[in-house]
């Protein structure tokens, strides 16, 4: 079993949209898929239909006395589950930490027993950095971090490499990609160029801003469904066809 | 996630009116759900699948089922229990259009192969099927359920023009985590009517439909007799049932395969003789005559080819047994064997395809309807009851009599001679178990089990070592065997010479159960029917 995390400690970069995108392309290529919606605001739940409720709290599944097993979803596609967002999740921090000491392994423990069933694992993380967006990080064996093209997400990506390399034993492969991209922009066009050329975990497929990638909550589905001709679907074809590449 | 009952329903329409009872399931389910046709769903489009078991249904008797299903190269065979729960799977990538179908290795080969060793599984029914599937939506426009409708159409491949419409099947399948929709549209359309629970599943449902049931081959005798029946009207039905059964292996035997179809040919064949010889009083004289020579014949010709499988399918075992020498150096034997039988084959083939063969399947089943069908009086005749008291009393008799005269000095003709008898008082036993009370009867058949185990062991070791003698000999002469072959040869001879001698030993305790007061006692409760 494989783990991929959408993480950026900013929100509304596209990190839920590929998420989605990427784990149905996942079950499209034949592996069975789950993808865990961290997200209190439940934006991945809500794209795939599922209310944004677990029965018995999110709580308990973090404390492990409700089997993730039980909380498992169905979508409408083939090979690909779902664990939906509860608002809990806004406090999973304080749950996370626990009366005693923090832990920083939870969810790697959590997801263990779903090895038999499940090849591929995505987590939508919540923005933000604290314990949540730390046991992701261990639990991940491909980080898949959207950016902005502005000057201050690169100091991000360089904060965020720099943290995952102070892990020790398991280290998750970072794997930065372009998102909201916009080709008109002359500086957007700039720090891609640059950054692909300095740094080795950058994508080279960009995520263009495009409308038809909002029309997703319309359509409450993957734009890899709806408009699996579009420039976006594409799009996100060729990021999977290069972050699957990682594994 | 199938619900309820795995099996699903069945829409119960007349032909021409499944289109209008399927819509009005669909309105049924529109009520609660949103219902969405969905093309590309996995499962939808045609499915071929084929059931497989061997010919006597041995998986079947063990309450399984095998499935192959088709996909565009090779397969996947799934082993389920009767109810559908699943046992096993295996992928294989291809598979032989005609039997003998060997199993590739794999798990399902793993759980099945001592069951059905050494039967070759056969397509039973083969199923094309076209679903289509439509999806039930909740308020928010998410599957929550699925509905499959199945039409399937079944042939029987060993009748290739038998070919049936089963009704159309529907079933619910529920989404992960959402049991109650699920739940919902089965009860719904178990509301709708016309539309029944399945009770049978589609493999049953194939079989009925094709005028078969499962395990409608048996070996054994199991003739529709009745006390009253007159008693030659009850030999005619024993012998139609065993002429049946002979008949229903020809295909196998001259198709090769596998070696059981000779031998349950074989033990039909040696039943007959016996009920002619042993019944064959209340039968016309000129028909016992002339039937005992022409199955006389027909055992003959069967007797090299199975004589030979039962050397090749004990093979392994016996140079397992090899201490001194390798089993490697057999391998000139098994080759030998090999090339022996393919040879016989051909003959015993010639002889089944034969006019001979014909002749006495068509006479003598004519010859049997007359009889069984004659309504002419009956009032001197015997009864079905008083034959089988007197002969069977009659046979004990003997055994016990000739088994008695038996001392440690005697030849082991005699032993021969006796292993006769008792097979015959066994047929006997067989032919006319509706007769007895089942108690009494498994008791003394189980003592006479014992008895001919252990006469069955001291001849076959002696004509196994006197024709692995003959063996020899033909292999030297057509310079086919080497010194370590013949070595090893020598060495299994030794071990037969061994079995026998304790065969010998355990006579006597054996015939003393069988044949002692207790024994005798139980004979006399299966005949007198008071104990």
Request: glycine residues 6%; positive net charge.
């Amino acid at each position: 079993m494989k783990i991929f995390a959408t993480y950026n400690i900013k929100g509304g970069v596209g990190k839920t949209t590929a998420a989605v995108n990427l784990a149905y392309l996942s079950a499209v290529d034949g592996h069975r898929t789950l993808l865990w919606d961290l997200d209190p605001q439940g934006a991945a739940s809500f794209l795939f239909r599922i209310k944004p409720r677990v029965k018995g709290g999110g709580g308990a599944l973090i404390r492990g006395t409700k089997a993730l097993d039980d909380a498992i979803k169905g979508t409408d596609f083939d090979d690909l589950d779902l664990i939906p967002a509860d608002f809990t999740y806004r406090n999973m921090d304080l749950i996370l930490g626990g009366k005693d000491k923090k832990t920083t392994r939870q969810i790697a423990q959590l997801l263990r027993p779903l090895a038999a069933e499940y090849d591929h694992v995505f987590l939508d993380c919540p923005p933000s950095i604290s314990l949540v967006s730390e046991n992701v990080m261990h639990a991940a064996d491909v980080l898949a971090v959207p950016l902005i093209p502005t000057t201050l997400s690169v100091r991000t990506l360089d904060q965020l490499t720099e943290f995952v390399a102070g892990f020790s034993g398991h280290r998750p492969q970072v794997r930065a990609f372009f998102s909201m991209v916009d080709r008109r922009k002359r500086l957007h066009l700039q720090i891609i160029k640059d950054l692909q050329a300095e740094r080795p975990g950058v994508a080279a497929t960009t995520i263009p801003s495009l409308s038809m990638i909002e029309r997703m909550s319309v359509e409450r589905a993957p734009v890899t469904v709806f408009a699996p001709r579009s420039v976006a679907a594409r799009a996100y074809r060729d990021l999977w066809t290069e972050v699957s590449k990682d594994i | 996630m199938t619900t309820p009952g795995q099996r699903g329903f069945v829409l119960e329409a007349l032909p021409g009116e499944e289109e209008d009872l399927l819509s009005a399931v669909l309105a049924v389910l529109g009520q609660s759900f949103t219902v969405a046709a969905d093309t590309d769903a996995r499962g939808s489009g045609a499915r071929r699948r084929t059931w497989l078991d061997t010919f006597d249904w041995r998986l079947y008797r063990a309450g399984l089922m095998l499935q192959f299903e088709q996909a565009r190269r090779g397969g996947r065979l799934l082993l389920s229990k009767i109810d559908g729960t699943p046992q096993a799977e295996q992928d294989v990538t291809s598979w032989p259009r005609r039997p003998p179908l060997d199993l590739p290795e794999g798990p399902v080969r793993d759980r099945i192969i001592v069951l059905i060793s050494p039967r070759a599984l056969l397509p039973i029914v083969r199923a094309v099927s076209t679903a289509t599937v439509t999806r039930l939506l909740n308020a928010d426009g998410k599957t929550v359920a699925r509905l499959t409708a199945d039409h399937v159409t079944v042939t029987a491949p060993s009748r290739a023009a038998t070919t049936a419409e089963l009704a159309p099947r529907l079933a619910v399948t529920g989404v992960r985590g959402y049991p109650g929709p699920a739940r919902r549209a089965s009860a719904l359309l178990a509301s709708v009517p016309g539309v029944t629970y399945a009770s049978q599943d589609v493999f049953i449902a194939a079989l009925t439909a094709l005028g078969r049931h499962p395990a409608d081959y048996s070996s054994s005798v199991a003739a529709e007799i009745t006390a009253e029946m007159p008693a030659p009207v009850a030999v005619a039905r024993l012998l139609l049932r065993l002429l049946d059964t002979l008949e229903s292996n020809i295909d196998g035997v001259l198709r090769d395969i596998d070696t059981e179809f000779l031998h349950d040919l074989r033990v039909a064949v040696r039943r007959t003789r016996s009920a002619v010889k042993l019944l064959g009083a209340v039968l016309p004289d000129d028909l016992v005559e002339h039937y005992k020579a022409e199955f006389k014949w027909l055992g003959d010709v069967t007797t090299p080819v199975r004589d030979l499988d039962v050397h090749l399918l004990g093979f392994d075992a016996m140079a397992g047994q090899l201490e001194g020498a390798s089993p490697a150096d057999l391998e000139p034997l098994r080759a030998y064997l090999a090339h022996r039988r393919a040879r016989e084959f051909r003959r015993l083939s010639a002889a089944l395809r034969g006019p001979r063969t014909r002749a006495i399947a068509d006479d003598w089943r004519k010859a049997l309807l007359k009889i069984r069908d004659n309504d002419g009086p009956r009032r001197r005749r015997p009864t079905a009851e008083a034959l089988a008291l007197s002969t069977t009393g009659r046979a004990f008799r003997r055994i016990a009599a000739q088994g008695g005269a038996i001392t440690p000095q005697s030849p082991p003709e005699s032993l021969h001679d006796l292993r006769k008898r008792a097979k015959e008082l066994r047929y006997l036993l067989e032919f006319f178990a509706p007769l007895h009370d089942p108690v009494a009867y498994r008791k003394v058949v189980g003592d006479l089990k014992q008895l001919q185990d252990c006469l069955g062991d001291f001849q076959d070791s002696e004509v196994q070592r006197d024709e692995i003698r003959t063996l020899a000999d033909a292999m030297l002469a057509e310079r086919a065997a080497p010194a370590a072959t013949l070595l090893a040869m020598g060495e299994i001879a030794a071990k037969l010479a061994r079995s026998q001698a304790e065969a010998r030993d355990e006579f006597t305790a054996r015939f003393a159960r069988f044949a002692g007061p207790a024994g005798r006692e139980r004979v006399r409760v299966l005949l007198e029917g008071r104990p």
